[in-house]
């Protein structure tokens, strides 16, 4: 079965700052989908980006960029020049079949 | 236009109690997928259906457990005989059609507590 794992449960970085935030995940298939997750206090969870397995090219959409290793099974997502709305908690999550796998979470926070 | 909503949007029941959470979907979203929440954790997949076809269940933690979408939009989660360890937010998520790749859109939530 797949499983989601990530180790940092709190992140903080100073706004305009670049901060990473780390997810491993460990499955036996060879063609899958990552995505990361944005949930904001007490709204509604929003994707963030997404990355085809099978494309070697790291994904990007404007501040936010993923570095996908698959041999490593490591899918972190870098924010650069953070932003006050940023501040939520960052789901990573592995789409299997059906379903979404989610990791348990990271809380950031962003500091004027 | 209009994002995936749900009611109530908090819902208090005593232990034994049976419960029905409601999602609407995004209008011509094929895909319907229930998660639940539980305090601090990443969401956990209960159930999926495309149109009303309920195509995966596995995640329904016991037959008090009960989700069906009629007509393929509305749908509608039951939970019987409402237990403390039922207390979470649930998730309800569409998607426009039945790919890997497509984007859940997701609900505000019903927080459920059960005293």
């Known amino acids: 079965a797949q499983t989601v794992t990530q180790s940092q449960p709190e992140m903080s970085v100073q706004e305009a700052e670049t901060v990473t935030l780390s997810c491993t995940y460990d499955?036996?298939?060879?063609?899958?989908?990552l995505f990361w997750y944005k949930q904001p206090p007490s709204r509604q969870m929003i994707l963030v980006i997404r990355?085809?397995?099978?494309?070697?090219q790291n994904a990007t959409e404007n501040r936010f960029s993923v570095n996908f290793q698959k041999a490593a099974k490591s899918f972190s997502l870098k924010i650069s020049d953070s932003q006050l709305g940023d501040a939520a908690m960052y789901f990573c999550a592995y789409r299997s079949a059906d379903k979404l796998i989610f990791g348990t979470g990271t809380r950031l926070q962003v500091f004027p | 236009g209009a994002g995936v909503s749900q009611s109530p949007r908090y819902k208090v029941a005593k232990r034994g109690q049976d419960v029905a959470l409601r999602c609407d979907p995004i209008s011509g979203h094929v895909s319907l997928f229930w998660y639940q929440q539980a305090l601090g954790q990443g969401p956990e997949f209960l159930t999926y259906?495309?149109?009303?076809?309920?195509?995966?269940k596995s995640g329904l933690p016991s037959d008090r457990f009960f989700a069906e979408r009629p007509e393929g939009s509305v749908s509608t989660l039951k939970i019987q005989r409402t237990q403390q360890e039922d207390s979470a937010v649930y998730l309800c998520a569409s998607s426009f059609l039945a790919g890997e790749w497509e984007t859940q859109y997701f609900g505000p939530g019903t927080r459920l507590l059960v005293l």
């Open positions: 990355q085809e397995a099978y494309k070697q």
């Open positions: 259906f495309q149109n009303e076809a309920q195509l995966d």
């Open positions: 499955t036996s298939e060879s063609d899958y989908y």
